[in-house]
């Protein structure tokens, strides 16, 4: 058998090699000639050549090879533990210098959040170190009032917030004057908090002391995105702001007040949408009501211009000059 063909690793044992230096063991010598076969037993020193016979191997006691491996196997055990702590040593203030960086290395400017459950961990995380302010546009959502145990968390959450000294901005359609849930926050939360409406809102957003904001990133809101870029952030503040002045403050009567001829601001914003070729479910997802409900204020707003068509009622609420009027 070739050198090239007995290749194992060193201080191994094959099987070619473990017969012949049982056999060396038992006749108490083989020859140069047969040691070929497994020349490892050699290079292991587990067999050398005799002093009266350099033709002939004499084995080594098996105790003494077996010390000899083991203490062979601890020197280099031995020698990887200080090339082991060398390498600590090179790296441990590259290290230190690599934590620093790390901390200074600032979160990525825009990250996508793949659940609701994941959405929302991410905004009790912001909350949880914010200390100055929230922002929150909340349009209509049925399924967020249907789940007490959904509100009553972010209720705990949101006076947490508020308990720090931050102050909480929230704008959402008229329609949630009339939502029972809405009137019941509003009525425990204490401290600096306030809201407003308007007929309009745009899709949700949140901004966490003016530093992370989120945003839906699907049509069903099941992903979100995070985002900490300044540029994007001033913009959605400036949008928010624009929205808040233009907002009424919540309170029960500054809606459904009726303005001139009848026509009360509810029904002022449905004829706006009207006049842009909106469908009744547009419509009613866009200021925040059922479709029931929507139709009901277009036929009241049909009733009060004369309208007996849809066609005729676009017509009419154009020639009417209620759309040029403040509602």
């Not at 100055?132 to 789940?147: F, G, K, N, T």
């Amino acid at each position: 058998m070739t050198d090239e063909a007995h290749r194992h690793g060193d201080e191994e044992l094959c099987g070619a090699g473990l017969d012949l230096y049982s056999r060396a063991l038992r006749e108490g010598h083989v020859s140069n000639a047969e040691a070929t076969t497994a020349p490892c037993l050699i290079d292991i020193g587990l067999l050398h050549p005799a002093v009266d016979n350099l033709n002939r191997l004499e084995p080594v006691a098996p105790t003494v090879a077996l010390q000899r491996l083991l203490r062979s196997s601890e020197d280099r055990i031995a020698n990887e533990r200080r090339r082991g702590q060398r390498i600590a040593d090179t790296f441990e203030p590259l290290l230190r210098v690599g934590a620093h960086a790390a901390a200074r290395e600032e979160a990525p400017a825009l990250r996508i959040l793949g659940s609701k459950e994941r959405t929302t961990q991410a905004i009790e995380e912001a909350m949880g170190e914010g200390r100055q302010e929230l922002l929150a546009i909340q349009p209509h959502d049925s399924h967020v009032s249907r789940h007490p145990d959904i509100l009553e968390g972010a209720m705990e959450r949101d006076q947490a917030f508020l308990d720090r000294g931050a102050r909480m901005r929230a704008l959402y359609q008229h329609t949630a004057r009339h939502a029972p849930y809405q009137r019941v926050r509003y009525e425990r939360l204490t401290g600096d908090v306030e809201a407003r409406t308007l007929d309009e809102v745009t899709d949700r957003l949140i901004i966490v002391d003016r530093t992370v904001a989120f945003i839906p990133a699907s049509a069903d809101r099941s992903l979100a995105l995070e985002v900490r870029h300044p540029a994007l952030i001033t913009y959605f503040v400036n949008t928010f702001d624009r929205l808040w002045r233009l907002a009424t403050p919540m309170h029960p009567q500054a809606v459904e007040q009726p303005t001139l001829n009848g026509i009360t601001p509810r029904q002022h914003a449905i004829a706006a949408l009207l006049i842009e070729g909106h469908t009744d479910n547009v419509i009613a997802e866009r200021l925040g009501m059922n479709v029931r409900t929507a139709r009901v204020h277009i036929a009241k707003l049909a009733a009060t211009l004369g309208s007996e068509s849809r066609a005729q009622l676009g017509y009419l609420i154009g020639q009417s000059g209620i759309l040029d009027r403040e509602g």
